[in-house]
């Protein structure tokens, strides 16, 4: 079965994990949000692309769901010594990384390639698809104003409340997003935050009209009501003027989706086929079981 996944940061990560365990390489192309990338020190940073590529090649820090594991902080201390905004920790391996997309990005190589070959180098055989191929900012209308996504989540801690979300520039998908969607038999959500990590992607052009048809499984990033990790819950009062809960992310990709994954004891939304299971992923073990539960629910309904 050929396997499209929708992937914003750790939650998405670690179910993309789970798929590659599951599926040959061949069969699993992961589409990337790319909303979230921004310039920083002079370097292109890609955090979402980081999270996923790291998380494939057994790379990514066991808990704080960002960066590298046993990673050093000696450039970063520096620049703080020297006065350098420091409100973005990068890492030293993972500086390593910005340096070389940024210049293979300056020498005029598409972001997608400079993409397969960081995951080349550092083992990642699943495909790893940036949504686009130029920068595509999310923005958020705040009561601080308007603020791109790490000025609002990193630097002001995802503090002001949240109005509207939206994209900024070229809305054109990388062309092997497409391709990759038009050979999917089954695409999955990963349970990431729909309006910051999975809308950017599904607000390009002609990609949801690509992924409508298809069997489409999304996982509820909601549980007991409240987000596994990150802002979503606030976001969800705040826009869509509801409670948190699987029938919110189900209604929000209403249209779309043909299941929804979620935890035990959540309510099931009403309208959609559901499979309720355990969906926090705190190993290596819950990841391929969620990855095994989420086809095999997939392989229930097309039947």
Known sequence: MKIVALSGGVGGAKLVDGLAAVVPAEALAVVVNTGDDFVHWGLRICPDLDTVMYTLAGLAHPTQGWGLAEESWGAFAMVERLGGPAWFRLGDRDLGVHLVRTQRLASGAPL????????????????????????????????????????????????????RVWSSGPSAPSPLVLDAIAAAELVVIGPSNPYVSIDPILGLDGVRAAIAGKPVIAVSPIVGGRAVKGPLAPMIEALAR???????????????????VLEEGDEPPAGVAACATRTVMTSRDDRVRLAREVIAFAEELGR
Do not use: K, N
């Open 242 to 260: 509801r409670a948190p809960s699987p029938a919110a992310i189900a209604d929000h990709y209403a249209g779309l989706v043909t299941g929804l």
């Open 112 to 163: 997608s390639t400079v993409t397969g070959e960081l995951c080349h180098a550092l083992g990642v055989r699943a495909r790893v698809l940036p949504m686009c191929e130029t920068p595509r900012p999310t923005l958020l209308d705040t009561e601080a104003g308007t603020l791109d996504f790490q000025e609002w989540l990193v630097r002001r801690r995802g503090a002001p409340a949240v109005s």
